[in-house]
């Protein structure tokens, strides 16, 4: 602002009176003002119409034209600059013709002209440039307007603005949509209006007025997480509007739709139930069933190894014989299936003392020791000297992980070797590696990454020449982890393969 009030001022003089005319420009000077002479209407055309100047003296007559006529000729070469009259002899309808034309003022050039001249200049500049300041200022107000309203048309929020006396501002199309209301409608609304309208169309547990009427003038931000309207959902915001001063002038609102977000969360939270409760119901499937099963299993095997001990023939015998080891083959897989189920539920715990490495390895081997001699595998094992003979540690999980260990491997090993060694693990001095190495049928990359995985097996064809649950990996590499350790593997089909258990030495 201050600088266009304050770069200096160019006048255009029109006056054929040339000692005037310098009596002029001299008094203007000292203003500090700067000023470009002319003595005929023509040649001040011709310099305005390349040259610009802030404001114009003219005399009404002048030797090739009248003053009204340079006004007429600048019109229409489109030359707007504005000007004073001066004129000798004071005519009063000649300055209301030329105050309508748009003089800025009109001058008598009597003895107290140059006198005034001064004063009329500055009083016109200023008027002047408060005009070209209010024009910039309806400009800018103008262009935030449009601004304002792109934004209010092309939002998807409903944007409702009420100023502090609850006059209505301003809404938007979303708005109306969102309150089923008409243009008439809103138009004829306050604030107030608009709240009962909003109320009435949401149910009373709702309580939008209420909350509403409950906010301070200065409240801001959300006060609805989740309004249903219709079969919408909104989120509602609210923000003061302050002057320059901080004073609240009025209030926003925003209604923004949310019902695709919560549709989708609902979605997700329903399947999150939905797993829950499938988990919840297999576990007490399971539970029930094994529990169910193993009873009677039990049973069968008692009265099985009693009827082997009664009188029967050979043949009896061997039916005898073929229905125990199916019944503890059974036995095995449901046991097996309880622990899984228990672990996959957090409900095993962990018995930690002090255990003897010898006997714990001791323990794993002898089992396999008959079946070993049968097939011809040769079962070894291995307990390195750097090895610390007491560890602690829970003896019935590791014993049950290394016996699957080696059980796989005895398995999968017909001919060749199987080897248990017990070192300390390289990788982590805190940690002790069980090592079973077997020279067996390996595990073809393809299905090593779903080894851990429950129920699988590496193929079809393995569990009906194999046996087994497809569950004692899965088993084992839980039961490492709950104890602080973990399982890995390497193998080379038709080679063999090396099972490793981690396991740190101490629990605290
Ligand atoms: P299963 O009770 O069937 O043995 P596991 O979880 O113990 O279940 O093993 C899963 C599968 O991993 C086995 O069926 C077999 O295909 C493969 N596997 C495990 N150990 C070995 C091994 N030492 N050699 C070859 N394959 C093995």
């Known amino acids: ?35 470009v002479q002319f003595y005929r209407a023509a040649d001040a055309l011709a310099w305005l119409s390349s040259n610009s100047a802030d404001l114009m003296l003219l005399d009404m007559v002048l030797p090739d034209s009248s003053g009204e006529d340079l006004i007429y000729k600048m019109e229409s070469n489109s ?31 009597n003895s107290e002209f140059l006198d005034v001249l001064p004063s009329t200049v500055e009083k016109i500049w200023r008027e002047v440039q408060i005009e070209k300041l209010l024009a910039r200022a309806r400009e800018q107000i103008v262009l935030q307007n449009a601004t304002l309203s792109a934004v209010n048309d092309y939002s998807p929020d409903g944007i409702l603005s009420v100023d502090s006396y609850d006059k209505i501002l301003s809404y938007n199309a979303a708005l109306l949509r969102i309150w089923k209301l008409t243009e008439s409608r809103m138009d004829s609304f306050n604030g107030s209006d608009f709240i009962n309208h909003a109320s009435s169309a949401l149910p009373p547990e709702a309580e939008f007025s209420k909350t509403v009427a409950s906010l301070a003038s200065d409240s801001k931000g959300l006060i609805f997480k989740e309004l249903a309207v219709g079969s919408n959902y909104y989120e509602v915001y609210i923000s003061p509007v302050r002057t320059d001063h901080g004073d609240i002038s009025g209030r926003i609102w925003f209604f923004r739709d949310i019902t695709a977000h919560k549709k989708a969360l609902d979605v997700l939270e329903e399947a999150r139930i939905e797993a829950e409760n499938n988990a919840r119901m297999r576990s007490r499937f399971f539970a029930v069933v094994s529990h169910d099963i193993k009873t009677p299993l039990n049973s ?37 299936i309880l622990d899984f189920t228990r672990l996959e539920h957090g409900n095993i715990e962990f018995n930690y003392a002090d255990l003897e490495v010898f006997e714990l390895v001791h323990d794993c081997i002898s089992p396999f020791i008959p079946a070993s001699q049968e097939s011809g595998t040769n079962l070894t094992f291995e307990i390195l000297p750097s090895v610390q003979p007491v ?76 046996g087994g649950s497809g569950l004692g990996l899965a088993i084992s590499r839980q039961l490492a982890e709950r104890m602080g350790g973990y399982i890995d593997f390497d193998s080379e089909e038709g080679k063999g393969s090396t099972f490793r258990l981690h396991i740190p030495v101490s629990h605290h």
């Open 391 to 466: 560890i602690s540690g829970d003896s019935l999980r590791l014993r049950q992980i290394l016996m699957n260990l080696v059980g796989n491997a005895m398995k999968f090993t017909r001919k060749g070797s199987v080897k248990l060694t017990c070192k300390p693990d390289p990788d982590s001095k805190s940690m002790l590696l069980f090592e079973v190495a077997d020279t067996g049928i390996g595990i073809k990359k393809e299905v090593a990454k779903f080894l851990f995985t429950p129920f699988s097996q590496a193929d079809a064809t393995i569990s009906a020449k194999y």
């Open 300 to 336: 069968i095997g008692g009265f099985l190894s009693l009827l082997k001990d009664s009188k029967l023939d050979e043949t009896q015998k061997e039916y005898v014989d073929i229905a125990k080891a199916a019944s503890s083959h059974l036995l095995m897989l449901v046991n097996d």
């Open 1 to 35: 602002m201050q600088e266009i009030l304050d770069s200096p001022l160019k006048i255009v003089i029109v006056e054929d009176d040339s000692g005037l005319n310098e009596l002029i420009k001299r008094r203007l000077i000292r203003e500090k003002y700067q000023c």
């Open 79 to 109: 030359i707007s600059i504005p000007f004073i009259i001066a004129t000798g002899q004071g005519s009063e309808s000649l300055a209301v013709k030329m105050l309508k034309r748009g003089a800025r003022d009109y001058l008598v050039k």
